[in-house]
């Protein structure tokens, strides 16, 4: 049996590229810096930032807690669609377009 890592056991949403990310994360209505913290505020804190955002808005929550780039998303599934994007050094933006 092979070696298994952490990406093995993470269900990451969709990952986008370094171009997409950094034009996307400039065009951010919202921005939120998570790093240091883990879950479930970075739940909380994306739930409540998405209903105080307009249909098509964009929130992003920096953090360097890979379980929140699964489970933010699936908090806020019926709310948003969601991208990541991985820095390859630990850091993680997950991208929130609210429906």
């Not at 599934?77 to 850091?91: F, H, T, Y």
Request: hydrophobic share 35%; net charge negative; glycine share 4%.
């Amino acid at each position: 049996m092979a070696d298994a890592n952490w990406e093995d056991v993470v269900d990451l949403p969709d990952e986008l590229d370094d171009e997409t990310a950094q034009d996307l994360y400039d065009r951010a209505d919202e921005v939120q810096d998570m790093t240091g913290e883990v879950c479930p505020y970075p739940q909380v804190e994306a739930k409540k930032a998405i209903q105080s955002l307009e249909a098509g808005d964009l929130l992003v929550q920096e953090t360097d807690h890979v379980p929140s780039t699964e489970n933010v998303p699936k908090a806020v599934e019926d709310l948003a669609e969601a991208n990541v994007w991985k820095s390859g050094d630990g850091r993680y933006q997950i991208f929130l377009r609210k429906r």
